[in-house]
């Protein structure tokens, strides 16, 4: 029986990674960078510094990471402030309510700094849903290994065998089942992989359906 649900943050619970990618693209150009969808698929999941060491690796070591990554902050940002933002992922109007109804604890679990899940909480309208949350910034070691989810579950004080993560990127899927913890997988930008097929308890189709999978587990 699970008693909590983890949630990976961005491509999860808020349309970000579409968003985020968009705007990588669009301040490529000014760091004499061409990036590809397939590359910045390979990014999702990790923490700044592990991204960063993909990034040099494929770009060189000379490259202007801070100011791109500046750049790709205020464009993120700018077209929000337009009315173009990222938006609340399909069946979390669902699942939000249903959660709170029956008293399951609830966390997040990202790989994103602190600072900033804080600052896309708040813009979305969800900071008050997610008392607990857990940037990649708060734990020795990001996803794959399991320390945000390890922490997650530490802070709300339930073992990690009762609960569920909830995710949409592999190293998110590696992560939770190295913490003990069921998955379910969301598709977002990357679609499930045999191990992930293998490794998840659900690959669905949107958040609505995690209903599903908790109330088959009560009892």
Same mark, same amino acid.
């Given at each position: 029986m699970f008693q909590a649900v983890i949630l990976d943050f961005d491509g999860t619970l808020l349309d970000t990674e579409q968003h985020n990618f968009r705007c990588w693209q669009l301040t490529a150009q000014d760091? +004499?960078? *061409?990036?590809?969808?397939?590359?910045?698929?390979?990014?999702v999941g990790l923490t700044l510094e592990d991204s960063?060491?993909?990034l040099r690796a494929q770009y060189?070591?000379?490259t202007p990471l801070d100011q791109w990554r500046a750049l790709r902050r205020t464009k993120f940002y700018q077209l929000w402030d337009e009315g173009q933002g990222p938006g609340w992922k399909a069946g979390l109007e669902q699942l939000l309510p249903y959660l709170n109804e029956r008293d399951f604890k609830k966390a997040i679990a990202s790989s994103s700094l602190k600072a900033e899940l804080n600052n896309k909480l708040q813009r979305a309208q969800l900071f008050e849903h997610f008392p607990i949350c857990v940037g +990649?910034? *708060?734990?020795?070691?990001?996803k794959p290994q399991p320390d945000v989810f390890l922490e997650a579950a530490r802070q709300l004080e339930i073992e990690p065998g009762h609960c569920l993560a909830v995710e949409d990127s592999i190293m998110g899927v590696i992560a939770a089942r190295a913490a003990g913890m069921q998955v379910v997988f969301?598709?977002?930008?990357?679609?499930?992989?045999?191990?992930?097929?293998r490794d998840c308890l659900a690959v669905l189709p949107s958040l609505a359906?995690?209903?599903?999978?908790?109330?088959?587990?009560e009892g």
């Open positions: 760091v +004499g960078i *061409e990036l590809t969808e397939d590359f910045y698929r390979s990014l960063n060491q993909l060189g070591q000379e +990649g910034d *708060e734990v020795a070691a990001g969301i598709p977002d930008m990357i679609p499930p992989d045999e191990r992930v097929r359906e995690v209903i599903g999978i908790l109330e088959s587990r």
